[in-house]
């Protein structure tokens, strides 16, 4: 297994497009997390997902920005009508209670920019 | 809530001496308490972390750091540095008791090894 892998790497769109980035979680991990850096800034945690169910919400994910995980593996993050303020990294990553429930595994994250 | 400070946003050592990253938190109940690291380009990795057992906690690459309950610090050291030190560090914490898993992140310490 490599890892937490994220795509794309990059993603450069103009303002009010639709985005969407996916997250392949490592295998077996049921827990899911995405989170977003700006630049500067540490991390700030969007939203998590227990195998299929989205158990929690940030106040930073707003109604324009959704997050699926389907079948309980790959996960992805949709931003609607994208504005400038939403120029950041975006980064996933996953955990595994059962093994160890505090250690979380980031991808590279996906750097998007909004013109 | 719960919340972490690092108090110096850039630190400059030379190769071979010691480091000493400084961070604080605040938690309203028992945390944990991480310490990750991002190279250019590259995903967070996970340097040491404190989930109740030793106050004192060895990490990756000769980290080591000392969780004081009393002063609510996390700081992170290192005897030497080298070269390949030089990334940005974050604190990061999670509250064990109320359930919830996403991590609150520092705002960052970038580290300068100069040779």
């Known amino acids: 297994d490599t890892g937490v892998s994220q795509d794309p790497r990059h993603k450069i769109t103009k303002r009010g497009q639709n985005v969407t980035f996916r997250c392949d979680p490592i295998?077996?991990?049921?827990?899911l997390y995405w989170y977003r850096q700006t630049l500067g800034q540490g991390p700030e945690f969007l939203t998590y997902?227990?195998?299929?169910?989205?158990?929690?919400k940030s106040r930073l994910l707003s109604d324009r920005f959704s997050a699926e995980r389907p079948k309980g593996s790959f996960s992805t993050l949709e931003i609607q009508r994208t504005e400038q303020g939403d120029s950041a990294m975006y980064l996933c990553a996953s955990s595994d209670p059962l093994l160890n429930q505090y250690e979380q595994y980031f991808g590279p994250g996906t750097r998007l920019t909004v013109t | 809530a719960q919340s972490v400070t690092q108090l110096d946003s850039h630190v400059s050592v030379s190769e071979g001496t010691p480091v000493l990253l400084r961070c604080n938190y605040s938690?309203?109940?028992?945390?944990?308490l991480f310490w990750y690291v991002q190279h250019p380009n590259k995903g967070l990795q996970l340097l040491l972390k404190?989930?109740?057992?030793?106050?004192l906690v060895k990490g990756i690459n000769g980290f080591e750091a000392e969780f004081k309950k009393s002063e609510t610090s996390f700081h992170l050291t290192k005897p030497s540095a080298h070269m390949s030190d030089a990334a940005e560090y974050f604190c990061?914490?999670?509250?064990?008791?109320?359930?919830?898993?996403?991590?609150?992140f520092g705002s960052g310490t970038r580290l300068q090894v100069q040779p």
């Open positions: 997902f227990q195998n299929e169910a989205q158990l929690e």
């Open positions: 404190y989930t109740s057992a030793a106050t």
């Open positions: 938690s309203s109940y028992s945390p944990s």
């Open positions: 990061v914490v999670s509250d064990r008791d109320t359930g919830r898993r996403a991590l609150t």
């Open positions: 295998s077996e991990h049921n827990r």
